[in-house]
């Protein structure tokens, strides 16, 4: 298994190596003649390279068009600088990163989600020194701690976002079931009025509508918060050490697994669907009665609402275990990092641009994507928005994912085992320790973080 994970890295970092020569190739052809020597006042002249992820979509269902815009603005303000926009998907788009990186090809810009990897910081420029402390100050806490490292500051927050509970409440009004007052319920209260939203609606002698539902894959941690709801950490505070065998992660483990092997309250496909499939029974079949995700379901439900195919919903937060409040884990800050410069003019001007589209006015453009802006200076995008002001306290319970320059290969291992759980193949006991038995390798392997 790890001969072949390391094959798929090997040509991974082969694919992005012919990628950028190809890109090259193409980019010198394409800008040479573009490119004025006599008109670059800022002393710099050439392509600076790009690469960023979709964010929200114009009318024409393009979602790239704001970082087109913001290029296209700077491009003007910089005769003879061109910027090279790499477009990346969330599912592959950090696998090509790290890919690039590895093999010394990274961009000069790239948009992150979560914590920087440790393995980066020899590879990306500290921006301290470009920011003022009114600058350092306009940040929430909780998006500048994701960027910062031994005291400096190696990226520019641009939006956070975290998970929480959604709910169908025409399922709700259904079977009776008040929804949790305020958002918060106990574990106790949360099975028990799952059992009462898991029935059978047509009458035929089999449920067909669920009290929960959703689905395990890589870079989602969406059923994390009842895992980690009793205190439980993936990872020791140094990154050193695996802790999901700890009493408190197997305490949550059972839990999570008991909804679909105890009390029966899951869809049938709970831990075998796709996103898709899982948020299709949820927002679409109008199947399942709880659901976790994003902020981003917000403005997808509130659109289902407009065209007339959606439903009456709320928000609540994950249940409340041993640890008295939500624990959660998402990669939920958004930033833009710059990478090592040689050309000390080439490095402002790329600093320059980050800093111009992670700035207070284009974070006001945030409410478009159902996120939260990392600005203070933003102020409050979703006034009148009961359900993202719900979502905004929940920012306080989030954190990011380790950073270990190797947790996407601890997490696969994780979730490889969260999985065999909740479809019956092994108890949380036998799955965790089994885990740190192939974590344990990856944690000695040399890769000890400082």
Not at 244 to 268: C, M, Q, R, W
Not at 412 to 440: C, S
């Amino acid at each position: 298994m790890r001969n072949k994970k390391w094959i798929i890295v090997a040509f991974l970092i082969f694919m992005v190596i012919q990628t950028m020569v190809a890109g090259c190739s193409k980019r010198d052809e394409s800008t040479q003649e573009k490119i004025k020597p006599e008109n670059t006042p800022q002393g710099f002249e050439g392509v600076i390279t790009l690469w960023d992820f979709p964010k929200w979509a114009n009318s024409k269902g393009n979602r790239f068009y704001w970082i087109e815009d913001m290029i296209e603005g700077f491009e003007k303000k910089h005769p003879g600088v061109f910027i090279e926009l790499r477009k990346l998907t969330w599912e592959d788009g950090p696998f090509e990163l790290q890919a690039a990186i590895s093999s010394g090809t990274q961009p000069d810009i790239a948009c992150i989600s979560g914590n920087i990897n440790f393995s980066w910081y020899e590879t990306i420029e500290p921006l301290d020194e470009y920011l003022s402390s009114q600058d350092v100050a306009d940040f929430h806490k909780g998006a500048l701690e994701v960027v910062k490292h031994n005291g400096r500051i190696w990226g520019l927050p641009f939006y956070m976002t975290t998970y929480i509970m959604f709910l169908n409440l025409g399922i709700f009004k259904e079977r009776k079931v008040e929804p949790p007052k305020d958002g918060i319920w106990t574990w106790e209260e949360f099975i028990a009025k799952l059992k009462k939203l898991t029935y059978d609606r047509n009458k035929d002698g089999r449920n067909d509508v669920y009290g929960f539902h959703s689905f395990i894959k890589e870079g989602y941690y969406n059923l994390w918060g009842i895992v980690m709801s009793d205190g439980a950490c993936p990872l020791s505070s140094d990154l050193n050490s695996f802790t999901f065998h700890y009493p408190e992660a197997i305490d949550g483990l059972k839990k999570l697994s008991s909804l679909v092997n105890v009390y029966k309250v899951t869809h049938p496909d709970f831990g075998k669907a796709t996103p898709e499939e899982a948020w299709t029974a949820f927002a679409a079949e109008r199947k399942v009665a709880v659901y976790p995700a994003g902020s981003w379901a917000v403005k997808a439900l509130l659109e289902k609402q407009k065209e007339g195919e959606g439903f009456e919903f709320d928000v609540a937060y994950y249940p409340v275990g041993k640890l008295g409040m939500p624990n959660i884990i998402h990669p939920g800050v958004a930033s833009y990092v710059v990478f090592k410069q040689k050309d000390e003019k080439k490095r402002k001007l790329c600093i320059e641009f980050v800093k111009e589209i992670t700035s207070t006015e284009q974070q006001k453009n945030l409410h478009l994507y159902g996120v939260f802006p990392a600005r203070k200076s933003t102020g409050n995008i979703y006034i009148n928005n009961p359900y993202m002001k719900r979502i905004q306290q929940n920012l306080e319970y989030t954190m990011p994912p380790p950073g270990h320059p190797r947790w996407r290969e601890i997490e696969a291992i994780v979730q490889e085992e969260i999985r065999r759980v909740l479809l019956g193949e092994k108890e949380p006991e036998g799955a965790m320790n089994d885990a740190k038995k192939r974590i344990d390798i990856i944690l000695g392997s040399g890769h000890k973080v400082d």
